[in-house]
């Protein structure tokens, strides 16, 4: 069966580092991946979408990576602040579903 | 515009009770979804209506119900609930299919005891 793994450790980084987040995924073939962010107690918030024909996708200080034979997508914060600390979520899908990571949790400290 | 609401926001419920988790969108999307959250495991499907009069079961659809009521709304339905099904469930649209972003409600907090 299809498996997602994400960084299992959560990450502590200083604010102004770049964060660097992983998603592996095995037995699947995903025309699509995403990322979410998740606060504590709210529903996750799209962040980036890239198709498995892109290798990389930008949005401000967010980049994203796809690549399909390491079966992998590396997700990165640039000049990160403490607002940045959250859940962060990876999600492959070929058609209506999506499947999640467990998620990363990530903690700038100031 | 209120995006995905879910109601209620948090129950408690005995096992072998009954109760209906309700999910509305504002945005016109086609597909809704349902998904329970648990530590550790990330969110898991459990149905979807991909558009309006259609509905599929997820990874994890044992114990529950859905009804696509028309296009704003998206119900689940727990028949008789179990320990196993305490979760925290997430109500999400999208315009169609997953090559678009999905739009998540607030959450509800189950507690079965």
């Known amino acids: 069966s299809q498996k997602i793994e994400q960084n299992s450790e959560a990450l502590n980084i200083q604010e102004g580092k770049t964060a660097t987040l992983t998603c592996n995924y095995t037995n699947y073939s995903p025309a699509y991946l995403q990322w979410y962010r998740q606060d504590p107690g709210r529903g996750p918030v799209f962040l980036l979408l890239?198709?498995?024909?892109?290798k990389e996708k930008r949005k401000e200080r967010l980049k994203v990576t796809f690549d399909t034979t390491l079966k992998q997508s590396l997700f990165h914060i640039t000049a990160s602040q403490p607002a940045d600390s959250a859940t962060y979520l990876c999600?492959?899908?070929?058609?209506?579903?999506?499947?999640f990571g467990a998620g990363t949790t990530v903690t700038v400290r100031a | 515009n209120a995006g995905v609401t879910q109601t209620p926001k948090f129950q408690v419920l005995k096992t072998g009770q009954s109760m209906t988790l309700q999910c509305a969108q504002d945005m016109n999307h086609n597909s809704m979804y349902w998904y329970r959250q648990d530590p550790g495991m990330g969110l898991r499907l459990i149905y979807y209506s991909a558009s309006e009069g259609t509905t599929d079961k997820g990874e994890v659809p044992n114990g529950y119900n859905v009804s696509r009521l028309n296009k704003r709304e998206f119900s689940l339905r727990l028949e008789s609930a179990a320990p196993s099904q305490t979760s925290v469930y997430f109500c999400?649209?999208?315009?169609?299919?997953?090559?678009?972003?999905?739009?998540f409600g607030p959450g509800t907090r189950l507690t079965v005891t």
């Open positions: 890239i198709r498995e024909n892109e």
């Open positions: 999400a649209s999208s315009e169609a299919t997953a090559t678009y972003e999905q739009y």
């Open positions: 999600a492959l899908s070929n058609d209506y579903k999506l499947s």
